[in-house]
């Protein structure tokens, strides 16, 4: 069992007052963890072999984020994006295209 705890800000009363809350997520198979992991940019999975004994996975160590994905590409368009063109190309779009189509060969920190 696989689990992404994820928080968020709420604010209410126009702003006035914020709160944190705490989203969980399981999954049964490490590929389903890792994909959503990849979607929402979460950076640790939780791995409960039992009550006691957990692991943390880092999906971001050897993959570039979004972020650096976008600096990287702007800097050498021809390496990660195939064209010498940036601004003809929707980087954010094409990072989640690579990423649901399990090509992570060209998302890989180097």
């Not at 126009?14 to 963890?33: C, D, H, M, P, Q």
């Not at 990423?99 to 890989?108: A, E, R």
Request: with cysteine; charged share 25%; proline share 2%.
């Amino acid at each position: 069992m696989y689990t992404i705890k994820q928080t968020e800000t709420k604010k209410c009363l126009f702003g006035l007052i914020s709160r944190e809350v705490e989203k969980v997520y399981k999954f049964a198979t490490y590929n389903e963890a890792v994909n959503f992991a990849f979607n929402e940019q979460i950076n640790k999975i939780t791995c409960n072999i039992s009550d006691k004994v957990k692991t943390t996975r880092r999906p971001f160590k050897t993959i570039l984020t979004l972020e650096q994905f976008i600096k990287v590409s702007k800097k050498n368009p021809l390496f990660y994006l195939g064209t010498r063109y940036v601004e003809k190309v929707n980087l954010k779009q094409y990072y989640f295209y690579l990423i649901n189509s399990k090509q992570l060969h060209k998302l890989k920190k180097y």
